[in-house]
Each structure stands twice: as structure tokens, then as C-alpha cells.
């Protein structure tokens, strides 16, 4: 019971990160299209590419891989979607082992993920820019739409856990 408890919730959270991806994308521009045109100058001037981009480049140089164009575009997809995939299975780990309500808990995986993701682990990699660089509104920004894709984790796999009545107690 246990182990079919964990393989619904990991594919339920697969789902849920990938319709929190498509959930964040469009508030994050629109939150972009609404910052200053100085912020956006700056924003643009010190981002070096894609995050994604650039972890495709680098994970294909180290590894000897000679991608073309396309080929490039498509493994920055899949770290795109994969770290979503990845990240999302917090959800349902803090609706289980904690008291955490759906929008507490969707809050918490959206913050984690902007903070561990965005702010330490990319700019560490060197995937972007450093923090200082960028104006804080890039940051305010990039930490709303990761609330966004919590919030939409959370309403997917709770959906989806009601229609399947597997609720946490």
C-alpha cells in the first residue's frame, strides 16, 4: 500500500510540475513586461543566456557531446521541465509528513525552489549571472512565479489525489 501510495504521488507530481511550468512562464513575463525599462536593461545586460541553455552547453562539452542547433534546444527543454519534475514530489512529501494545508504547503515548494534553484544552485553553476547583477525586482519577479508554479503543484495533485479520493488525513 505504502509503495502504491509513492508511485501515485510521484506521477502525480510529475503532472503537477509540469503544469506548474506552464502555470509560471506567462506570469513571469508578464511580470517582466511590467518592470521599468531600467530594470529590463540591466536584467537583459547581465544575463549571460538561458539558464537552460547554458546547462545544456555546459553538460555537452563536459561530456564530449557534439550537439547541433536543435539538438541543444531540446536538452534545454529537458532541464527546463526536468528540474519542474524533479523539484515537484516536495509537494506531496510536506502534505504528508507535516500539518502543512495545500496552500502552505504548494507556498513552501514554490519558495524552495526559487531560493535553492534560482538563487543558490544557478548562479553556483554558473548558469546565470551572479545574484548582485541583476536588479532586485529580477529577483522579486523569479520569486512570485515560483510561488505561481507551487500554488498550481499544489492544485494538480490535490485534484488529482481527490479524484482518486488518496488524500492526505
Known sequence: ??????VLDLTLA???GYAGTRAMEPVSMRLYEWESDA????????RPGEPYRIAA???SRLTGL?????QLSRLALVFHY???????????LLRRRTGLGPLSAGLLTGAAMSVVADELMTPAFGFSAPNLDYPL??????FAAHLVFGTAVAATVETGWALLRQRPR
Open 82 to 92: 526536468g528540474l519542474a519534475l524533479q523539484w515537484a514530489p516536495l509537494y506531496p
Open 66 to 70: 557534439d550537439l547541433n542547433e536543435k
Open 39 to 46: 530594470a529590463r536593461a540591466r536584467e537583459d545586460a547581465a
Open 14 to 16: 510529475a503532472v503537477a
Open 57 to 59: 552547453e555546459k553538460l
Open 137 to 142: 525586482v529580477t529577483h522579486l519577479r523569479g
Open 1 to 6: 500500500m505504502k509503495l502504491h501510495r509513492t
